[in-house]
Nanobody, 124 residues
Framework: QVQLVESGGGLVQTGGSLRLSCEAS????????MGWFRRPAGKEREFVGR????????LYANSVKGRFTVSRDNAKNTAFLQMNSLKPEDTAVYYC?????????????????WGQGTQVTVSS
């Protein structure tokens, strides 16, 4: 089992920045790719970005590319989502997740462990 706990969400003005953290406990964090997703109110959960287990490769949704950065510190069992130039449409609950098995990085069904989520609200 893996437990994931997100933190760092909050209220920020348009153009501002936030840094989300995702702390893992349980199984060896460094063995797994990680993803970030978000769920805007009334909508489905959507892919934001992912990072490979070594941290060497990242992938982003077009809507956040150039503004968001995924990173990880395996020594601290923690992943991060740096969000810059935030827009009101970035308002959502943000989740981190661990991907144990294969399949598309974009699909929530391919992630095995999830955090509880942290709310990010961007005011206009």
């Amino acid at each position: 089992q893996v437990q994931l706990v997100e933190s760092g969400g909050g209220l920020v003005q348009t153009g501002g920045s936030l840094r989300l953290s995702c702390e893992a406990s349980g199984r060896a964090f460094s063995n797994y790719d990680m993803g970030w997703f978000r769920r805007p109110a009334g909508k489905e959960r959507e892919f934001v970005g992912r990072i490979t287990k070594s941290g060497g490769f990242t992938l982003y949704a077009n809507s956040v590319k150039g503004r968001f950065t995924v990173s990880r510190d395996n020594a601290k069992n923690t992943a991060f989502l740096q969000m810059n130039s935030l827009k009101p449409e970035d308002t959502a609950v943000y989740y981190c997740a661990i991907k144990v098995s294969g399949g598309s990085y974009y699909s929530t069904s391919n992630y095995n462990y999830w955090g509880q989520g942290t709310q990010v609200t961007v005011s206009s």
